[in-house]
Each structure stands twice: as structure tokens, then as C-alpha cells.
């Protein structure tokens, strides 16, 4: 099975970080996802807001299961680049992480990821964006 297959049976169960974290998966498709958690007291950092390694991580997993939407069955994926704006800090509450593939050629594609406070719509707190190393069978 899968790592698609995976999601759509199991959900974050099929992830262990996605597990740990208690990210919910939204919904994934067509180079789309949306992936939501609710900011828990260990997940701050020492003066109250969400760490930041958390925005880049949740906004890293919503591009990839979105880039997993786009690639063949078959292939595996891996982070080449990866920068990120901070926007606005969060304490507490559900964010919502959404992942956007922006063009994805043969070997390397192009992602964008956001970061929102309560909801998709609500105010965005941070902007990553990423290229991802597409990897065939046959490189492995």
C-alpha cells in the first residue's frame, strides 16, 4: 500500500510525526492539501508562542502530502530548499496548514505552504515555500 492509500485508510495514524503532533489531515488532492492541529502547551516555545520549527514543519507536511497528490505512484519525494516568513505569532487555538504545488517538472518541484490562525481563511501567520526532489524507481 501506498503512501496515498496510507492516508486515506489511516489518516495521521499513517504518519508518525503527523501522530505525534495530532495533525488532523483535511483533505489532500490535485497538488492541493489542508492539515490542521490545535496549538498545545508543548508546542510553545519559552516565551509562550507556537515554536517556529512547528510552522515550517506543519507547512512542510501539507506541501508534500500535496506533491504526493502530483507525482507517480511509486516515486518518493525529498526536500531541497526551504524558506520561510513569519508573519504573526500565535499562543493557543487550531491552525490550519494548506500546501499548493506550483509547478513540478521531471526531477524537482515547486511548493508553497501557509499557515493560518483558526481557520484556511483566517489570518495567515506564516509563508513557506519549498522545492522537493523528485525521486524515480529507477534512481533508486
Not at 503527523?18 to 495533525?23: A, F, L, N, R
Not at 488532492?29 to 510553545?44: K, R
Not at 499548493?100 to 521531471?106: E, P, W
Amino acid at each position: 500500500m501506498g503512501y496515498l492509500e496510507e492516508i486515506k485508510a489511516r489518516g495521521r495514524d499513517a504518519n508518525p510525526f503527523m501522530k505525534h503532533m495530532g495533525i488532523e489531515v483535511e483533505s489532500f488532492g490535485g497538488g492541493h492539501c489542508q492539515l490542521s492541529t490545535t496549538v498545545g502547551p508543548s508546542m510553545l516555545n519559552g516565551q509562550g508562542w507556537l515554536q517556529g520549527g512547528l510552522y515550517v514543519a506543519l507547512c512542510d507536511e501539507a506541501m508534500a502530502l500535496a506533491l504526493y497528490t502530483a507525482i507517480k505512484e511509486g516515486e518518493l519525494i525529498a526536500t531541497i530548499s526551504e524558506s520561510t516568513d513569519y508573519l504573526r505569532g500565535v499562543r493557543a487555538g487550531r491552525v490550519v496548514a494548506t500546501g499548493l504545488v506550483r509547478r513540478s517538472g521531471r526531477r524537482v518541484a515547486f511548493t508553497e505552504g501557509c499557515l493560518h490562525e483558526g481557520s484556511a481563511d483566517g489570518p495567515l501567520l506564516s509563508q513557506t515555500r519549498a522545492s522537493f526532489l523528485i525521486i524515480r524507481q529507477k534512481d533508486r
